[in-house]
């Protein structure tokens, strides 16, 4: 059984720093790509960043320059570090997995973690 949990949110002020992470666990074959998605309340669930097996990344525009999304050599285990945060910004943030398992190949998710950027 396939699993992601998160960890590192909380509450910051505005201009503050937190970094997430992801572990995957499990039957997993191959990583195909790792990423971030933040849901806002009221709001659509939005990609924030991304990262492959190859190390390519692509962030959001709302985010490029502030968070970087990085992973360990093992891909096992991706981060997000977030600077220069705005209260914008508050939303509970989602691991997502691409991953080729015993199941076939497959979309993974966490159960997320909240931030809050207060003003």
């Known amino acids: 059984q396939v699993q992601l949990m998160e960890s590192g949110g909380g509450l910051v002020q505005a201009g503050g720093s937190l970094r997430l992470s992801c572990a995957a666990s499990g039957n997993i074959f191959r990583i195909n790509a790792m990423g971030w998605y933040r849901q806002a309340p009221g709001e659509q669930r939005e990609l924030v960043a991304v990262i492959t097996s190859g190390g390519q990344t692509n962030h959001a525009d709302s985010v490029k320059g502030r968070f970087t999304i990085s992973g360990d050599n093992a891909k096992t285990t991706v981060y997000l570090q977030m600077d220069s945060l705005k209260p914008e910004d508050t939303a509970v943030y989602f691991c997502?997995?691409?991953?080729?398992?015993?199941?076939?190949?497959?979309?993974?998710w966490g159960r997320g973690t909240q931030v809050t950027v207060s003003s």
């Open positions: 997502q997995g691409n991953f080729l398992s015993r199941s076939g190949t497959g979309v993974y």
